[in-house]
C-alpha cells in the first residue's frame, strides 16, 4: 500500500503530463503531424551550439573523476557559484557573493529545497492563480498549506487588496513567477513595489519573516523589449529561484540555482539549511558536469526569435478566430478564455481536431485554457484551420 499523502497525489496527478501522453498516443494513430499538442512546456529549440561546445570542452580536458564526481560542497562548484553571482551582479546591480548562491537540480528542485528549508507543518504559502499547479505538490511536500489568491482576470497582475487580506501570522513564503506559467504575463515594477510594501507592513505587524520566492525559469524569454524587474532589489526578504530548463533549452539536465542574498532575513542559516536540504531530499548536488556546462555558457543569450514568430502566428490567428486573450509578454504559453464556462468541455472539443490544449483549472483558474507555443512553428500554422472549425462549433 502506498502512503495516504501519495494516494491523493496520484489520484491528482498532473493533467499537463496525461495530455502529453494522449498527444503521443494520438501521434501513433494519425501521425505527428496531425497532432497539434500544445500540452507541454518542453522547449523545442534546441540549446546553443555554445552548449554542445562546452560539453565536449570539458569531457576532454577536464579530470574525469572531478567531473563525473559529487562537488565538495553540497551547494556546487565554488567557481561556478562564483560566476553566477558575478553575472548576476554585472546584470542587476547587485552584490551576490558564491555563498549566496545554490547550485540546484532545476527550480524545481531549488524549490523544493527553499521550501523544506523553511516551512513547519502548517504554515501557510501564498499563490497568485493562476500558478503553476506543481506548486499545491511541492508546497504539500513539506505539510504546507497553499493559499491561493483568486486570478484577475483583466490583465492577469495580481490582486493586492485580497493579498493582503489573506496575510495571517502563518504566512510563511509567497511565490511569484515572472514572466507567468500559464498567463505569459510579466509582474510590472509598479505591482511588485506595491506588493513588497504589503509584505513589509504584514511583517511589521504579526513580527514575523514573509519570504518573497520568486520563481523564474522565463527570465530570459521576454519579448519587445519588457523589462522583468529583479525581484531582490524591492522587498529584502526575497530568494530567487532559476533555472536553465528554457533559457538555455536543457530542461532534461536539470540544472538551476538559488540566490539567498545576505538581505533575506536569517540569510546564513538559511543558505545552511539549503546546503543540507539539497543533501537530505536525495539530490546531493546538482549534475556537476552541468554545473560546469551553465559557468561556460553564462553569457549565451537566448534566442527568443523562435519563440515570438509563434507568438505573434498564434495570437493574431485566435485573435482572428475571435477568441479571447491577452498577448503574452514574456514565456511561450497563451491564456485563451473558454467559449464556455466549463473549460474541460472545450479542451475536450478541442481534442476532436487533435488539438491537445491544458485546462485553467490545472492552474487554479477554471474558465481558461493554456496553449504552450513550444512547438514546430508548422503546428501553429497547420493548427488554425482545426481551431478555425473549433470556433465555429461555439458561434
Ligand atoms: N516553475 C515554473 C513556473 C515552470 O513552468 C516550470 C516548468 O515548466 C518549473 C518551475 C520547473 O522547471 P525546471 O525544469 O527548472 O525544474
Do not use: W
Not at 554542445?52 to 565554488?78: F, M, R
Not at 505539510?143 to 504566512?171: H, R, W
Not at 534566442?303 to 477568441?323: H, T
Request: glycine share 6%.
Amino acid at each position: 500500500m502506498i502512503s495516504k499523502k501519495m494516494e491523493n497525489m496520484v489520484a491528482n496527478s498532473s493533467a499537463i503530463r496525461a495530455m502529453f501522453e494522449e498527444g503521443n498516443r494520438l501521434a501513433k494513430i494519425y501521425g505527428p503531424e496531425n497532432v497539434f499538442d500544445f500540452s507541454l512546456g518542453n522547449p523545442n529549440v534546441p540549446a546553443p551550439a555554445a552548449v554542445k561546445k562546452a560539453i565536449i570542452e570539458l569531457l576532454d580536458g577536464e579530470d574525469p573523476v572531478v567531473l563525473h564526481g559529487y562537488t565538495n560542497s553540497n551547494a556546487g562548484y565554488e567557481d561556478v557559484r562564483q560566476a553566477v553571482a558575478e553575472s548576476l551582479n554585472s546584470r542587476f546591480g547587485t552584490a551576490f557573493a558564491a555563498k549566496n548562491i545554490t547550485m540546484t537540480v532545476g527550480a524545481a528542485g531549488g524549490l523544493n529545497v527553499i521550501l523544506k528549508a523553511l516551512l513547519n507543518p502548517g504554515d501557510e504559502v501564498i499563490v497568485f492563480a493562476p500558478y503553476f499547479g506543481e506548486y499545491r505538490s511541492y508546497v504539500s511536500n513539506y505539510d504546507g498549506v497553499i493559499v491561493e489568491i483568486s486570478p484577475n482576470t483583466v490583465d492577469f497582475q495580481p490582486k493586492l487588496d485580497e493579498f493582503e487580506a489573506k496575510i495571517t501570522p502563518k504566512t510563511r513564503a509567497v511565490i511569484v513567477n515572472t514572466p507567468n506559467n500559464p498567463t505569459g504575463v510579466v509582474y510590472s515594477e509598479d505591482t511588485i513595489r506595491k506588493m513588497a510594501a504589503v509584505m513589509e507592513k504584514k511583517q511589521k505587524e504579526f513580527g514575523t519573516d514573509i519570504y518573497l520566492i520568486s520563481d523564474e525559469p522565463y527570465r530570459e524569454l521576454a519579448y519587445d523589449g519588457v523589462e522583468v524587474p529583479y525581484l531582490t532589489k524591492y522587498y529584502d526578504n526575497t530568494v530567487v529561484g532559476y533555472s536553465y530548463s528554457k533559457s538555455l533549452s536543457l530542461p532534461g539536465e536539470r540544472i538551476g540555482y538559488l540566490v539567498i542574498p545576505d538581505e533575506a532575513a536569517d540569510s546564513e542559516n538559511l543558505i545552511s539549511a539549503a546546503n543540507v536540504a539539497t543533501r537530505i531530499l536525495g539530490f546531493v548536488n546538482a549534475p556537476t558536469l552541468q554545473q560546469k556546462v551553465v559557468k561556460a555558457c553564462l553569457n549565451e543569450k537566448t534566442d527568443i526569435s523562435f519563440y515570438d514568430r509563434n507568438r505573434e502566428a498564434l495570437y493574431n490567428g485566435l485573435k482572428e478566430l475571435g477568441f479571447e486573450c491577452i498577448k503574452p509578454e514574456g514565456a511561450f504559453y497563451l491564456f485563451v478564455k473558454s467559449p464556455v464556462a466549463d473549460e474541460k468541455q472545450f479542451c475536450a472539443a478541442a481534442k476532436k481536431y487533435n488539438i491537445l490544449i491544458v485546462p485553467g483549472s490545472s492552474f487554479g483558474c477554471p474558465g481558461y485554457v493554456r496553449i504552450a507555443y513550444c512547438v514546430a512553428y508548422e503546428t501553429i500554422v497547420n493548427s488554425l484551420p482545426k481551431f478555425a472549425e473549433l470556433a465555429k462549433e461555439y458561434k
